[in-house]
């Protein structure tokens, strides 16, 4: 399975298609992100997936995700930059300087407007000389493809809603971050500048994006209040990956008692193959310890075969970047305040 899931908050049973979920159950508001995966234009998910997150179940954890780190660990840096290169438009302030600290994880965090169906959190807001305030939203991409004609669908109707029930004007600001492969390796290569940073100033039709919310609190009515998924696309990957992992998770406690004993079963089959092949592994240790060694000390990149042609074997060499903890105390900084504690699922067998 490719994606890591959290435990579900709520009990559910599988109805065909459908997964349903206890009456009197919590479930969740309508976010900016999942209004493009509710109207079905999200690149990243789909009506099914986002009632089962609204519901409490089979929410992603995305965390750790190299797109996501790169937004966090860029946004003050952007938002910066763009109070400066983009003064002519008012002062660029981040979130935390308009609304109250956000301590803890972002789905706790309470919303920054009041609404029975919708609820958000906005990157900031641009104060400009007129006395009007609109909405900034930062974002970064490495896909500059999908920013060719401005910004996305699926990022407009998250604006969209925030202005709808923050500062109601007929435009906001969207700034980009243009970010590579050298930026989430290492947060601080990327510097902000006119080639990494660019503007989209966002037209919002009020009166069209009322349908549209419309459109989606009658969704939330029909499926999400009443407890339920809309049916699962057979066609959709996420969707077949999400709900064959709720399958799997309301199964019968016995059911799953019987999987041990054939668990235990192939480990078994494996062992017995690995000892079997214990001379090969030991060989092939030998075999390459001999030669990273001349190598390293004969500073050689590589070794052909005399027989194979193109064949050889290539030592390479690799960077990584690590926090001095000791020298960052030495500095006076308090290093716990960057720590962060994650509670990680082992699994094993035990006779």
């Known amino acids: 399975m490719d994606k890591k899931y959290k435990p579900p908050t709520n009990r559910f049973t599988v109805d065909g298609p459908v997964i349903r979920i206890e009456p009197g159950s919590e479930i969740h508001k309508v976010s900016g992100t999942s209004m493009a995966g509710i109207l079905g234009v999200s690149p990243w998910s789909s009506p099914f997936q986002v009632a089962c997150n609204l519901m409490g179940l089979g929410q992603e954890d995305i965390s750790d995700k190299p797109a996501v780190k790169v937004g966090i660990a860029l946004e003050s840096k952007i938002i910066d930059y763009a109070d400066k290169a983009y003064s002519k438009y ?78 109601k004007q007929d435009k906001a600001y969207v700034v980009l971050g243009i970010v590579n492969e050298n930026t989430y390796r290492d947060y601080n290569s990327w510097i902000p500048n006119e080639e990494t940073v660019t ?59 019987g999987l041990v004993d054939e668990f235990k079963k192939v ?20 075999l390459k310890s001999k030669l990273k060694d001349y190598m390293e000390a004969n500073s050689l990149k590589a070794i052909e075969s005399p027989e194979t042609k193109g064949l050889r074997v290539v030592l390479g ?17 308090d290093t716990s305040k960057y720590k962060k504690t994650k509670q990680i699922s082992t ?3 035990k006779e």
């Open 347 to 349: 699994f094993a067998l």
């Open 90 to 167: 008012g002062t660029f302030q981040p979130a935390e300087r308009v609304y109250e600290k956000r301590e803890g994880d972002h789905d706790a965090w309470t919303s920054d407007f009041e609404d029975d169906t919708f609820a958000g959190h906005v990157d900031g807001i641009v104060m400009s000389d007129d006395g009007k305030d609109y909405i900034l939203e930062i974002k970064t991409s490495s896909n500059m493809e999908s920013w060719i004609d401005g910004v996305p669908r699926y990022y407009y109707l998250q604006v969209a809603l925030y202005n709808r029930f923050i500062t």
């Open 267 to 286: 480990c078994d089959e494996i062992d017995a193959k690995e000892a079997d092949m214990k001379d090969k592994y030991d060989l092939r240790e030998m």
């Open 317 to 333: 060499t690799q960077n990584r970047s690590s926090w001095d903890e000791a020298a960052m105390v030495r500095d006076g900084i």
């Open 199 to 257: 503007m989209y100033p966002l037209e919002i039709n009020q009166e069209a994006f009322e349908a549209i919310l419309d459109e989606v609190r009658e969704w939330y009515e029909k499926y999400v209040k009443a407890g339920m998924t809309p049916p699962y696309d057979p066609e959709n990957p996420g969707d077949v990956e999400l709900y064959n992992h709720l399958v799997n998770i309301a199964t019968d406690y016995t059911e799953m008692q």
